[in-house]
């Protein structure tokens, strides 16, 4: 990571999402505060399902892979505007019974101290095919 200690740019969202598509859960946690939340797309509570704190980040990122083992998250775009961004994207993945999805969605964003504080995903539903 290239930013400014309590600075976060679009170079910053961009070198995020390439860690998404390497799989790359240690260079994604680099990006994380220790006590960081993501909310993913799917889940029971109106939020998704949420994971709280850095370990339990991880898994919830992990589980993404295990879902869809060759995940991608291409023709993204990004935006920074103070503590906030968002990075649009198109997910495609095939999963373990070899169903493939491709959705757009987002990624809203809040940052604290140079790092990504709550990851907030949101992803159209589309069923699989």
Request: charge should be negative.
């Amino acid at each position: 990571m290239s930013n400014e200690p309590d600075e976060v740019t679009v170079e910053f969202l961009e070198a995020f999402a390439d860690a998404w598509n390497r799989h790359d859960a240690d260079d994604l946690m680099s990006f994380m505060t220790e006590d960081c939340v993501f909310d993913a797309s799917g889940g029971s509570d109106t939020c998704g399902t949420r994971y709280e704190g850095a370990e339990a980040v991880r898994n919830g990122y992990a589980k993404a892979w295990k879902d869809f083992p060759d995940a991608q998250w291409n023709n993204a775009s990004h935006f920074v505007r103070g503590n906030k961004g968002v990075s649009e994207w198109t997910f495609t993945g095939t999963n373990p019974e070899g169903k493939r999805s491709e959705v757009n969605g987002c990624d809203v964003f809040t940052f604290r101290d140079g790092k990504i504080l709550v990851k907030n995903s949101y992803r159209k539903s589309r069923p699989l095919f």
